[in-house]
């Protein structure tokens, strides 16, 4: 019997026939090849139920590590996780071109999922993709890219582990480089007032909204030529273990103990947020340690409706029977041809809305659904969403081309489990997918 499983926000568990942690090509193979139903797992990090696993789980924490450099494009075995990742690139000098604030990722997982980081001129993670290789439903293993097997490929990089198990994943990274990072608070109006103008012309930027509140923190990281000057051990320290993650979480305790103060504290934290200026190397700007625990839902709207859908927000927060802690984050993309990709076909304005674990936040998290959806609003695949293949289909323009790849490539469903189930229909690709 396999060990019980939970992820990260203990939003989904699974009980899984057995446990897989294959090390080799052949062992991901045979494992594949011998059951009738299987999920790949990364390190828990989607809040749905899309790691789930009903039968057999395939636990890639054995395989791990480059396998091949070759310039700019770095071969990765799949279960390798964005931290690892990370500092192997930075030995060698080289860099992934964005990244999101969480590093616990596989690899795998993260590109399946659709993850992404912010900047107009640049994609989610999956847009560093050139080449993957997945082990298929009969334990084959086949190589796709932009020239070989493109429909596959097209599918593949954004694939919620749908249509095999990803061996390796070939990036294309850049040399390493330094980023000026600079936080600051501001409010909401006026941060939206030059959102276009500042998503233009800087590198990075995004910013979070304390939603009892006209407050935000803004962020802004920019690309220079000039040596890292990193904040200190001690002052980082404070910043993000003593006070974003220690007093940050005592802060969300408190709230879910007594309700009624939720209002209060979450404008106290916006009043209380200070100014950080420092360079560091990409990576450890990008990515900021989260310890205090938390559901979330994201929505990615185009851009243009991005004021329209924050105003309706802040209405629907004020109508709310219960008050909400954590803030919410405001990041953007450029559009991209990958079929699943939340930022398909247009630039993009991705809003995350969080709730801290065990507080309420149903109503919440479906108020802000309708008023996201009322523009087109794509779902994030591993965050917290009600939709169907139904309501999905009409939002993606290669929706049926990705499930008509998945018939093909996974034609007994070996790979499904009712999260796919919902969001795929029917994975033999002959159902309405309603």
């Not at 050139?130 to 796709?144: K, T, Y």
């Not at 991005?306 to 802690?325: F, K, M, T």
């Not at 954590?326 to 079929?339: F, L, M, N, S, T």
């Amino acid at each position: 019997m396999g060990t019980p499983w939970t992820n990260w926000a203990r939003t989904a568990t699974a009980n899984p026939h057995r446990v897989e942690h294959p090390a080799s090509i052949d062992e991901l193979a045979t494992a594949v090849a011998g059951a009738s139903l299987v999920r790949p797992r990364g390190s828990g990090h989607s809040f749905t139920d899309i790691a789930v696993a009903p039968g057999v789980a395939i636990d890639l924490d054995a395989w791990t590590g480059i396998v091949e450099v070759s310039g700019d494009l770095v071969t990765v075995r799949s279960g390798t996780t964005l931290h690892q990742l990370n500092a192997l690139l930075d030995v060698l000098g080289l860099a992934m071109a964005n990244l999101g604030d969480i590093d616990a990722q596989t690899v795998a997982g993260a590109i399946s999922t659709g993850t992404h980081g912010t900047g107009a001129k640049l994609g989610g993670l999956a847009t560093q993709v050139v080449a993957l290789e997945l082990v298929l439903a009969d334990g084959s293993l086949v190589r796709c890219s932009a020239s070989e097997r493109p429909d596959l490929f097209g599918a593949a990089r954004i694939g919620l582990g749908a249509l095999g198990v990803i061996s390796t994943v070939t990036l294309r990274c850049v040399p390493a480089f330094v980023l000026h990072a600079r936080e600051f608070p501001g409010r909401l109006d006026a941060v939206l007032d030059e959102f276009d103008h500042l998503t233009a012309v800087e590198d990075h930027v995004e910013f979070h909204w304390f939603p009892h509140s006209d407050r935000v923190i803004v962020k802004r990281n920019n690309r220079v030529d000039e040596p890292a000057a990193p904040l200190s051990a001690l002052r980082r320290f404070y910043e993000y273990e003593v006070m974003e993650n220690g007093a940050f979480g005592l802060v969300c305790k408190l709230a879910r103990a007594v309700p009624s103060t939720t209002r209060t504290l979450n404008r106290v934290c916006g009043a209380l947020v200070s100014e950080r200026v420092y360079r560091d190397v990409s990576h450890r700007v990008f990515v900021t340690p989260r310890r205090v625990r938390f559901v979330e839902t994201e929505y990615a709207v185009p851009r243009a409706a991005l004021h329209d859908v924050l105003r309706e927000l802040r209405a629907a927060v004020a109508r709310l029977d219960h008050g909400v802690i954590v803030p919410v984050e405001v990041r953007v993309a450029q559009g991209d041809d990958i079929w699943l990709s939340t930022a398909h076909g247009r630039d993009t304005a991705y809003i995350a809305v969080h709730q801290y674990l065990g507080m309420p936040y149903r109503r919440y998290f479906d108020a802000f659904e309708q008023i996201a959806g009322a523009v087109g609003g794509r779902p994030h695949w591993g965050k917290l969403h009600s939709l169907t293949a139904g309501a999905l289909r009409d939002r993606y323009p290669r929706f049926d081309d990705f499930r008509r790849v998945r018939a093909d490539a996974d034609p007994g469903g070996k790979f499904t489990n009712p999260y796919l189930d919902r969001v795929l229909g029917d994975p033999s690709g002959t159902g309405d997918g309603a």
